[in-house]
DNA sequence: CCACAAATGATAACGATTTGCATTTAGATT
DNA sequence: AATCTAAATGCAAATCGTTATCATTTGTGG
């Protein structure tokens, strides 16, 4: 999951916004209309639409259009409201956001839509882990870890693309922001402490798979 | 002038674009929305920004990032509309080319901006310091110092916003990648052993002022 | 199935970063 | 100007990150 789609009413409100995403490794484009929206889905690929529910009008436009694209959709509105919510699932959206919403949600959505599109409806992730940002600690079923802070972003970074494979070179610039050299180890050295850590408290080291020759991936 | 950041919408066509750009010993980047271009530019050093005015939307905002890193900007429009040249000039861009256009013109226009641009800098700062990445070293007026990941990267990150001051809360968040806790000393313990480092060779430490009880800002 | 090369795992040593405490400084208050 | 206080700094100790090295695993071609 790479490219997003953000339509967005008030351009300003979706920089900020699509700035931490885009910090997060997603390549954001942000349109504000619906023949904007229309003109993207057909030139580029995205792998996932974000529709600020305000936009005016429309509304099951630019779905129809996605729907041929094959893209999936989530909707985003500013109220809690029940009917809002069940209207945008009757237009065929893929999934739902109230805003104020936190960003982790709404990656947590975007990997259950991304599963759902590849392995066709499963089991929903009951396994979920809770990170503390302030000290680097991670709870799961029970148990709590305390990382350092590099391992904690590594983790965190990887677990935020769970079942994608992580290349060393993206982990290396995006949470080390260093080159990766020849015969650099580090990135082995943090995964294999965080996996110390984790074996450490009855949590499957395997959490974090390695993939020979390609890098890292976080699975449960 | 090395270091060209080009924002095409159409990456293709800014592929044999930049090639002949390269061609002519031009070091070029292309992307293709505004974000993209913002995470570029914040975290690297060009020396022009070449934007195609068809980018959607968004036209002011990269140009006040490009403003921020002191980066000078030519648009390129498919048309000849004066409007739109005038509104080119409204949003600050420093010249403006109409498509197609001949690869001299825009070298020419390039020069002229460096010459403008130089004079303002030698009358502002003589001094300039150049940046390795791969080994954390700088240069500045013949001295070479060679700093730790950190330390060249705190450096790089106030010298990028010169003038300004940056908070320690910025720094932290976006160099360390930490909060800033309450009695947080590290990144004075940086500054100070950059301090110190530049002292070494003879530099000012006052490179790097601090602005009590906001942050640091660099200046020459 | 074996030999070989390449990638990864693991330990330890070393260097960098962070923390805690003592001290100094700048600015506000009187 | 003397005092007070919060902020900044210096230094030392503890923690963390990186590198060097060797052992182990994995995949490849004979």
Known sequence: M???LL???KIESGFDFGKKLNDLGYE????NDAFQALVHLESQLFD????DLAIPKMDSFWLLVARKCHTPVITLANTNDVLEKLNAFEMGADDYLSK???IRELQLRMNVIKR???LTENAIRQTI???DDTEYSLTCSGHKITLTNTEYRLFKYLYERQGEVVTKEELQQRVLHKKLGKFDRNLDMHISNTRKKLADRNLSRDLINTVRGQGYSFNF
């Open 2 to 4: 790479r490219r997003i």
């Open 7 to 9: 339509i967005e009413q």
């Open 100 to 102: 104020p919403f936190n």
């Open 48 to 51: 996932l639409v974000l529709v």
């Open 116 to 118: 759902r599109g590849k």
């Open 129 to 131: 882990i809770e990170f």
């Open 28 to 31: 954001i484009c942000i349109v």
